[in-house]
T-cell receptor, first 114, second 115 residues
Framework: EAQVTQNPRYLITVTGKKLTVTCSQN?????MSWYRQDPGLGLRQIYY???????DKGDVPEGYKVSRKEKRNFPLILESPSPNQTSLYFC?????????????FGNGTRLTVT | AQKVTQAQTEISVVEKEDVTLDCVYE???????LFWYKQPPSGELVFLIR??????QNEISGRYSWNFQKSTSSFNFTITASQVVDSAVYFC????????????FGTGTRLTIIP
């Protein structure tokens, strides 16, 4: 089954403790991206990657890092999480410029930073 | 800059009623894509439709229909004969044609279908 898999689904952590949210897709998509969802703000893009070893900032990249060493994986790294990073995070992938390939989202990771 | 406005924050209707969710967008691009996603209480994002800016034909899929009007920069979504399972948050989104496949999302409309 074609899917984007995020782990973990739920995560509670404390301020300053480094964490990684993993994202993996099995559709051989070149493009991957991370979004965060906050009440009243919709979803906002954090980082994106057009292909392996190619990453760039989205609208709200502060406090986050990403890497794209393999095509299927695109982990989101919070080096020193803070309470304002408490949010619902979504990973997404697609095949760029493919009119039949909408953005596929993972099931989300709900992060709480205390 | 791109912008998507979903002015209806919350809507409640009684089951079997029709309901329309509004979406108004702003973009300077001549080529762009419009989307609707559904987010049920379980939290995942479910893709509903993708429409490119050159295709103004309205689309119908079962009880769902979409009205795309470039003249008013709107891409409204109608659910006919609503059901309890339609209760969800619905997001309208916009993306440019090339480059970053970033979706610019509206703030969502929470739809509650009352049994």
């Amino acid at each position: 089954e074609a899917q984007v898999t995020q782990n973990p689904r739920y995560l509670i952590t404390v301020t300053g403790k480094k964490l990684t949210v993993t994202c993996s897709q099995n559709m051989n998509h070149e493009y991957m991206s991370w979004y965060r969802q906050d009440p009243g703000l919709g979803l906002r893009q954090i980082y994106y990657s057009m292909n392996v070893e190619v990453t760039d900032k989205g609208d709200v990249p502060e406090g986050y890092k990403v890497s794209r060493k393999e095509k299927r994986n695109f982990p989101l790294i919070l080096e020193s999480p803070s309470p304002n990073q408490t949010s619902l995070y979504f990973c997404a992938s697609s095949r760029p410029r493919d009119r039949n390939s909408p953005l596929h989202f993972g099931n989300g990771t709900r992060l709480t930073v205390t | 800059a791109q912008k998507v406005t979903q002015a209806q924050t919350e809507i409640s209707v009684v089951e079997k009623e029709d309901v329309t969710l509004d979406c108004v967008y702003e973009t300077r691009d001549t080529t762009y894509y419009l989307f609707w996603y559904k987010q049920p209480p379980s939290g995942e994002l479910v893709f509903l439709i993708r429409r490119n800016s050159f295709d103004e034909q309205n689309e119908i899929s079962g009880r769902y229909s979409w009205n795309f009007q470039k003249s008013t920069s709107s891409f409204n979504f109608t659910i006919t004969a609503s059901q309890v399972v339609d209760s969800a948050v619905y997001f309208c989104a916009l993306s440019e044609d090339f480059g970053n496949e970033k979706l610019t999302f509206g703030t969502g409309t929470r739809l509650t279908i009352i049994p």
